[in-house]
């Protein structure tokens, strides 16, 4: 995504920052940034390198608390995607999640009956109650092709895997509907439009008001204490008090 955009900047008229977050997974998290940071540099991109432990914890450490833990990660991800674009004063957080990536989570909720996450699972969100507009550019890009276009183009890649991938529903819904899609050519677009088109436009007119702030960190939040200061302070055992995270 980021040499596709990369390409597109001038057209698009927009300046592109780098944001790669270090997780702390031992023996992975060293690869997946050294990547990232040699893609950078090669297009001339300014980046910042983000460090979970820099907020008192890492993922490694993290596998203690009572959730899943590719849960966490994406909880993480998040705040600290939209925590540091707003410093930056970015008005996009673009992510690289695929087709599959976002069917993934699509089927995901609908078994889940997450009504939350379908009102905002979209391929855009605008600005709104602290959030920084998000985007997913490759939300109708198939995975396979973006890796044909990596190797194509010759650009650094790892094809490592989490080590806590493994552990990852997601994986089974993406083979579920790799199968599918085997069987059904095209069904995979047929639901992403399916569900944009009808399913999701119903879903956001019932959804719930704004986003408060967190009383931890003043991050926004749908509850008191957003759930990342709630992981902070599980894994270093201290009670939650107001501006706690800076």
Known sequence: MLHALWRLRERLGVELVGVTIDLGI????????GVAVENFEQLGVPYRVVRLADYGFTIDEATRLRRPVCSVCGTVKRYLLNKVARELGAHVVATGHTLDDFLSVLLQAYIRGDLELLSKHKPYLPPADGLVARAKPLSET??????T???ILG???TGRKCPYSRRAVSADYKASLDLLEERHPGLKFQMLRS????????IAAEARGGLGRCEACGEPSSSRVCQFCRFRAQLAGAPLRPAEVT
Do not use: C, I, M
Request: charged fraction near 40%; hydrophobic fraction near 30%.
């Open 26 to 33: 031992r023996g992975y998290s060293e690869e997946y940034v």
């Open 142 to 147: 198939p995975e396979r092709d973006t890796l």
């Open 149 to 151: 276009y990596a190797r």
């Open 155 to 157: 650009l650094r890649f």
């Open 195 to 202: 569900f944009l088109d009808r399913v999701q436009p119903r």
